[in-house]
């Protein structure tokens, strides 16, 4: 069994014309919903691309069934901390309570 059957994600893209200038990556694990690698080109960035990328994860994410969406940022980061803190009224708040674990293979 492939991981996509086991935990369905989605891909989603951003064009302008045929040049692709942004994705995310949309996934479920069977309660919540993860957003992984969202990202812009830098010369389409401050355009709202981003914010649609997202709404349009969240709504896939809510039709699968997600009571919650986690998204994991890097601190130092500062361009993608300001994004995600800039979605603060839409619901999206920091949860100081997570602290992640990594194993580096190889």
């Known amino acids: 069994m492939s991981l996509i059957r086991s935990r369905p994600a989605s891909v989603l893209v951003a064009r302008d014309e045929d040049r692709l200038v ?12 993860h957003i992984y ?15 649609s990328l997202m709404a349009a994860a969240e ?4 039709r699968m069934g997600a009571c919650r969406i986690s998204i994991l940022v890097e601190r130092q980061d500062a361009q993608a901390v300001e994004f995600w803190k800039s979605l603060n009224p839409d619901g999206l708040v920091l949860d100081a309570r997570m602290i992640r674990y990594i194993k580096n293979i190889g």
């Open 22 to 33: 942004g994705t995310v990556i949309a996934g479920w694990d069977g309660w919540r919903g």
């Open 59 to 62: 709504k896939i994410l809510i």
């Open 37 to 51: 690698r969202l990202v812009v080109s830098p010369d389409h960035r401050r355009r709202g691309i981003a914010t």
